[in-house]
C-alpha cells in the first residue's frame, strides 16, 4: 500500500491547533424543518453537559449557547486530540409568524431538538366565497351571514 505525505494539510492541522482562539464559539451543525404546525431545529452537541446548554429568545432571535469542558488530563502526552472542547454559538432570525412564547426545547443523545410553533395568523385558512346574484351585482350573503348583518 503506497502511502504518501502531504506537508500542506499536517501544516493546515498544525496552524489550526496553534491559532486556534478558545475564546471563539465553535460551530454547531444544525438540521431545520417544518413538520406540519411548528418548525423543528436539531443541533449536534455530543458530549456538551445539559447544564451547559442555554436557549433563549430576544425579540426575533433565538440564540443557542453550550460548552464542552475539556477533560482533566495531567501528565498525558496527546497523540491526536480532534475532539474540540470550548464553548458553541448558533443564532436564528425568527420570522413574524411564529409564536416565540410557546417554544420548547429538550436534550436526547447529544442532540438538542427545539420546537418553534407557527402562530394561529401564520397557518394557512379558509376564505369565504360570496356569490353575487347576476342582476344585482351585489353579494348575496348566505343565511348566517345576512342574519348577523340584519342584527
Known amino acids: 500500500m503506497a502511502m504518501s505525505f502531504d506537508p500542506f494539510s499536517q501544516l493546515d492541522r498544525f496552524a489550526a491547533s496553534v491559532l486556534d482562539a478558545k475564546a471563539s464559539p465553535r460551530f454547531m451543525p444544525v438540521d431545520?424543518?417544518?413538520?406540519?404546525?411548528?418548525?423543528?431545529v436539531n443541533a449536534d452537541l455530543p458530549g456538551v453537559d445539559p447544564g451547559s446548554?442555554?436557549?433563549?429568545?430576544?425579540?426575533?432571535v433565538l440564540t443557542i449557547r453550550?460548552?464542552?469542558?475539556a477533560p482533566e488530563t495531567s501528565g498525558v502526552t496527546w497523540l491526536s486530540r480532534e475532539r474540540p472542547s470550548g464553548s458553541y454559538l448558533r443564532q436564528f432570525s425568527l420570522g413574524?409568524?411564529?409564536?416565540?412564547?410557546?417554544?420548547?426545547?429538550?436534550?436526547?443523545n447529544g442532540v438538542l431538538s427545539i420546537l418553534i410553533p407557527v402562530s394561529?395568523?401564520?397557518?394557512?385558512r379558509k376564505i369565504?366565497?360570496?356569490?353575487?346574484?347576476?342582476?344585482?351585482?351585489?353579494p348575496?350573503?348566505?343565511?348566517?351571514?345576512?342574519?348577523?348583518?340584519a342584527s
Open 32 to 40: 431545520l424543518h417544518r413538520s406540519g404546525d411548528h418548525y423543528v
Open 53 to 60: 446548554v442555554d436557549v433563549d429568545v430576544d425579540g426575533q
Open 66 to 69: 453550550a460548552e464542552r469542558t
Open 96 to 108: 413574524e409568524g411564529v409564536d416565540v412564547e410557546r417554544i420548547t426545547a429538550s436534550y436526547e
Open 120 to 124: 394561529e395568523r401564520a397557518k394557512p
Open 128 to 138: 369565504q366565497i360570496t356569490e353575487r346574484s347576476s342582476d344585482t351585482e351585489q
Open 140 to 149: 348575496r350573503l348566505n343565511a348566517a351571514s345576512s342574519a348577523a348583518a
